[in-house]
């Protein structure tokens, strides 16, 4: 199976910004479509953001204008540039891709941790 690999969360002040990585075993950005999830304390996972294989880009509500999905398909790696960070965007974060219909692809992995704290 397609391994995903997530990485680049730690702790961060409010307003503060990061970038996480997904790191795929295989070329499939030209594919599928590639999604971020997160799932907060108490909280069911919910998706983030997605880019379909042709670059298309769609965003939670909670994340427009502040949150930047994109992929590099020579490295096989897929990104979200994270900005004005807020609590609420405390989480651990996924990436996963996503068929048709609606399954995902790779199982799920560790995750990447996001905490934001004063």
């Known amino acids: 199976q397609v391994q995903l690999v997530e990485s680049g969360g730690g702790l961060v002040q409010p307003g503060g910004s990061l970038r996480l990585s997904c790191a795929a075993s295989?070329?499939?950005?030209?594919?599928?479509?590639m999604a971020w999830y997160r799932q907060g304390p108490g909280k069911q996972r919910e998706l983030v953001a997605r880019i379909s294989s042709g670059g298309t880009t769609n965003y939670a509500a909670s994340v427009k204008g502040r949150f930047t999905i994109s992929r590099d398909k020579a490295k096989n790696t897929m990104y979200l540039q994270m900005n004005s960070l807020q609590l609420e965007d405390t989480a651990v974060y996924y990436c996963n891709a996503v068929l048709e219909s609606g399954s995902y692809l790779a199982p799920w992995g560790q995750g990447t941790q996001v905490t934001v704290s004063s």
């Open positions: 295989g070329s499939i950005f030209s594919i599928y479509t």
